[in-house]
């Protein structure tokens, strides 16, 4: 028996491009993501794609189509990457966060609301890091001692970005934990889905789906002149890159006929996790459209999969 996981990296307002591509495979095998994918993974802002795709309406129906999720990123990523002069400045760093966290919790309360872990239509998984604890921690809809956490702090943890925005505190299991984005050991959360999927369906074929939110050549050159505040976004980007190339080998390495990678570089956006400008949100749109273009093969080869 076949088993499908679906796979999204991090990149903040970069979400808007795996969010275009999974609209192009509804549209194409005429089934919403969660009537595919038996597991799904997230980082950051993969997080709240693949959340959202798995999220129940009060009929049991999935809430949001992908296209929805396209919506998402159009109507709020100005306002949850949204600030002052002030916030942005030295002082900014001296806070750790550049941006305010009661943004993104207001946009996650309005379309999670207190919608649990253990209500998603498919198994979910989603990354973060326990800085308290100095260990990765997993957030598994299927695991009765996590799942009845609520699914908007979870993304409020996956997606609490060094330097973006601050750590997300939670007490789970009387135990206190400070949790940031799963990116900084994880951006590209394919590797641990499919162990999650080895453990979950052991006898089953696995068909993994790992979307990327494009990727970028840009240097680091100039870092001889950067202080010691100037060199912490620089680091940021390398930690969230370093990861994606490595475990895309892996698993080429393993499943290189059940694992299909759709992953481009950037041409016309803007890298930029916050860079949220109509020019920019226009230029992902395009991105997404030509990775699709360029990937017909692979998502011809998943849509035949799931036939």
């Not at 494009?214 to 976004?233: E, Q, V």
């Amino acid at each position: 028996m076949k088993k499908y996981i679906l796979s999204v990296d991090g990149g903040g307002i970069r979400g808007i491009i795996p969010s275009i591509i999974l609209a192009e495979i509804e549209k194409r095998t005429r089934k919403r993501v969660a009537e595919i994918f038996h597991l799904m993974a997230g980082t950051s802002t993969g997080g709240i794609v693949i959340a959202g795709l798995c999220k129940k309406d009060k009929q049991g129906n999935p809430q949001y189509s992908a296209n929805d999720l396209v919506e998402f990123y159009q109507k709020y990523g100005s306002y949850i990457f949204k600030s002052s002069f002030l916030r942005r400045s030295i002082f900014s760093w001296l806070n750790c966060a550049q941006y305010p966290h009661k943004n993104i919790e207001f946009v996650l309360d309005k379309y999670f609301g207190e919608d649990i872990l253990k209500n998603t239509l498919s198994k979910v998984l989603l990354t973060s890091y326990d800085i308290h604890n100095n260990r990765p921690f997993f957030f598994k809809s299927w695991r009765e001692d996590r799942n009845f956490i609520k699914l908007k702090d979870a993304l409020r943890a996956t997606t609490a970005a060094p330097t973006y925005f601050v750590p997300k505190y939670l007490k789970i299991n009387q135990k206190e934990m400070v949790l940031v984005d799963g990116g900084v050991f994880a951006n590209n959360p394919a590797a641990c889905a499919y162990v999650s999927g080895k453990k979950l369906f052991p006898n089953d074929e696995i068909i993994l789906l790992s979307l990327g939110t494009g990727r970028t050549d840009r240097s680091i050159a100039n870092s001889r002149r950067f202080g010691k505040i100037s060199w912490i976004k620089p680091l940021l980007h390398v930690m969230f890159a370093s990861s994606l190339d490595a475990v895309n080998y892996q698993l080429n390495q393993v499943i290189a006929d059940k694992y299909i990678r759709i992953q481009s570089q950037l041409k016309i956006a803007s890298p930029d996790m916050d860079n949220i400008t109509s020019k920019n949100i226009k230029s992902l749109q395009q991105e997404a459209k030509a990775m699709i273009e360029d990937n017909q093969k692979l998502i011809d080869k998943l849509c035949d999969f799931i036939s």
